[in-house]
């Protein structure tokens, strides 16, 4: 059994195929307090890195950018579309109850194309191969790597990072295709394509529960 918080403050239990609604009730009651201390901590995360507002004028972030949210509303309209001009991004929907999945969307084509050019940059540096890179939403993680595969996976939601703490979890992923392990090893590789990670990586503990568009 398992225990999974939100960056919206969403509780879930995930529980094994042969688990009773009953023994999950029960595991929560003794998680209660850490459920507990772990909301109030979200709340806190989230008060000092507010999430992304899906409306018209907002200022909204894309690795390190800040951009001017525009959302037109035009009836009838068959599909989304979203266009970048300098720093305006206009989002085309028929209701504004479609903006949100329509900029969803957008963030997550930006992530695509953003870390598959900075994989490729880091894999050049180590003189690694890379098969291939997705940009995905991830419920509990930022990056990923098959080492087997020769695959990396990034949460797309670090589009609304600053850039070099997306740079970081790339650099991460890509340092795991020379050590498949968290040893020191691993960590001189991380820092040798970033060498203040460590500040980086404790930005993202810190303010990760804020970034995702309301």
């Known amino acids: 059994m398992s225990i999974r918080i939100s960056e919206a403050g969403i509780v879930e239990l995930v529980l094994p195929l042969r688990a009773s609604e009953r023994a999950g009730n029960a595991f929560i009651k003794i998680r209660h307090e850490w459920i507990s201390r772990a909301l109030d901590t979200q709340k806190q995360r989230n008060a000092m890195q ?4 899906c409306e018209d004028k907002a200022s909204i972030p894309c690795f390190g950018d ?16 979203v266009i970048l001009r300098g720093f305006t991004l ?33 894999a050049d540096v ?23 595969k020769k695959s990396l996976t990034f949460n797309w939601k670090l589009a609304l990072a600053p850039e070099e703490v997306a740079r970081y979890v790339i650099a991460h992923e890509v340092a795991h295709l020379v050590q498949a392990n968290h040893s020191k090893a691993f960590w001189d590789v991380v820092k040798k394509l970033d060498p203040d990670y460590m500040a ?6 810190v303010y990760g529960g804020g970034l995702y568009i309301q």
């Open 66 to 81: 800040m951009l001017k949210l525009s959302i037109v509303c035009e009836p009838g309209r068959s599909r989304a579309s």
């Open 50 to 53: 507010k999430p992304v507002i």
């Open 126 to 148: 180590l003189n690694v191969t890379v098969s291939a890179v997705r940009a995905i939403g991830m419920k509990s993680q930022w990056g990923s790597c098959n080492s087997i």
């Open 200 to 205: 980086h990586r404790t930005w993202l503990k």
């Open 90 to 122: 206009s989002v085309y929907v028929a209701t504004f109850a479609d903006a949100q999945k329509a900029l969803s969307k957008w963030y997550r084509r930006e992530a695509m194309a953003y870390c598959t050019g900075q994989v490729q940059e880091y």
